[in-house]
């Protein structure tokens, strides 16, 4: 495949998700904050919150990522 001419921000892959699948970026956005907010709290720095089969990875109360808890690093 040939390598695009354009890169594209976060931002316009969500809208195309949206767009596209019709998959609510906001709904999601609410699920993920409460399974966070369900694995606990911290306070300073960068932390990892665990829920069932994810990982939750957030700073400043900031989910900044997610992943699956058998995924490699």
Known sequence: M???RH?????ALL????TVTGVEVEALRQVIAA???AAGTANAG???LASED???YAS???V???RAKNARE
Do not use: H, N, W
């Not at 890169?7 to 931002?11: A, H, T």
């Open 7 to 11: 890169r594209v921000s976060d931002y």
């Open 60 to 62: 400043g109360g900031t």
């Open 2 to 4: 040939k390598k695009p």
């Open 15 to 18: 809208q195309y998700i949206e």
């Open 64 to 66: 900044c990522g997610v």
């Open 35 to 37: 399974r966070a907010d």
């Open 54 to 56: 994810l990982r939750f």
């Open 46 to 48: 960068m932390y990892e």
